[in-house]
């Protein structure tokens, strides 16, 4: 008798170590599936404790899986369970280490009262609770790095994830599931606690650079990662939904101060500056790009007078940051003191040829320069 699906059979099953002749007698609304999880099991040292001293005892290929004694109805199948264990005396002298057949999931799942019970809210809070304790979560953990470990099962789960999850339709899905759950503030915020304190442990954060360290190392890594961000933004509609997103972040004033002074830290840093200036230096070292990024400059102040609102906003409010103004002063007067008929402007050990240019054409002299700023 076949399941609702099509290589599905409902029914009685065998399972028999050869060279014993001994029997493992079951009953499943899916024989096929049922015999895998058998197989799993023993695999894993989880199966009863007289299957599992045979199954240990033996070499694999010695049991012979998936026989179909009989196919029969959910209904009937207790009732037939019962009768092949007798015949195959699979209880008293076989792997069966019960004699008494309780209810299967299948037949459990036909009964509406507890079908109802298991979809309940009241059902879910309850799992997701006993889930959520220190102990199940650690064992968790510790399982599924020993799956992980090893390389032939990772590429098999990787794979079913991808089979699993890869379609557009399933993707959506888990989308929509996830945007809703993150606009619970409760859920949120737990998210967040649980998200600062991983980034307070010194270990993770060691672990989690040394990872992308080793996985930015790679040449093709890096393509690959690429290739991907690239296609990814080809996406209209994941581009909007990116843009909102960020924009909504951004007009909450807690996260923009937090962001702002994150990213001025991260930008003082010695090693970050040292960085951006060779950067700079590599990038105006270039003739291609030096001319392209001058164009750009010209035809940015040519733009008409929004362009040079917008130019003349950003210097008054550089100016206005008394640590700009510091910096940039101290670098001017510094480079005034290089030469008594031309000025090199440096910010940063950086040279902008554009300053430069401007003042061999004008052929303005540094001691002018110097009372135009009110340095005389």
Not at 34 to 61: C, T
Request: glycine fraction near 6%.
């Amino acid at each position: 008798m076949k399941g609702p699906g099509e290589n599905m059979t409902a029914g009685i099953y065998g399972i028999q170590c050869e060279p014993t002749g001994k029997w493992y007698v079951g009953r499943a609304v899916n024989i096929e599936t049922r015999q895998k999880e058998h197989r799993k099991n023993l695999d894993k040292g989880k199966h009863n404790y007289k299957f599992q001293a045979a199954w240990d005892g033996h070499e694999p290929e010695d049991f012979t899986f998936g026989i179909v004694l009989e196919e029969c109805a959910v209904e009937a199948q207790q009732e037939r369970e019962l009768h092949w264990i007798g015949v195959k005396d699979s209880y008293h002298n076989g792997y069966n280490a019960s004699i008494t057949c309780g209810p299967t999931w299948g037949d459990l799942w036909q009964d509406p009262v507890f079908r109802e019970m298991m979809t309940s809210d009241e059902f879910k809070e309850t799992i997701r609770e006993a889930m959520n304790r220190p102990d199940v979560v650690a064992k968790k953990s510790a399982s599924l790095k020993e799956s992980w470990a090893d390389p032939e099962r990772r590429a098999k789960m990787s794979q079913t994830m991808a089979e699993v999850y890869g379609t557009p339709e399933q993707k959506e899905r888990l989308r929509e599931e996830q945007l809703e759950r993150w606009q619970d503030p409760e859920f949120k915020a737990k998210m967040q606690t649980a998200i600062d304190a991983r980034w307070q442990d010194p270990e993770f954060v060691a672990r989690h650079k040394a990872s992308v360290q080793d996985i930015h190392s790679s040449p093709e890594a890096r393509a690959e990662i690429s290739a991907r961000v690239t296609e990814y933004w080809k996406d209209l509609e994941k581009r909007k939904r990116q843009s909102e997103r960020l924009k909504a972040q951004w007009a909450d004033p807690e996260y923009a101060a937090a962001r702002a002074a994150t990213n001025k830290e991260v930008a003082n840093r010695p090693e970050v500056r040292a960085a951006n200036s060779a950067r700079r230096k590599a990038l105006w070292a270039d003739p291609e790009w030096r001319a392209m990024n001058m164009a750009a400059m010209a035809a940015g102040r040519g733009n008409g007078s929004e362009a040079r609102q917008a130019a003349s906003e950003r210097q008054k409010a550089n100016w206005a940051d008394p640590e700009w103004r510091a910096k940039t002063s101290a670098a001017i007067s510094a480079g005034m003191g290089q030469s008594s008929n031309s000025i090199s402007c440096t910010i940063d050990d950086v040279e902008y040829p554009s300053i430069r240019a401007a003042k061999q054409a004008l052929e303005i002299s540094a001691k002018e320069v110097k009372r135009r700023a009110g340095l005389l």
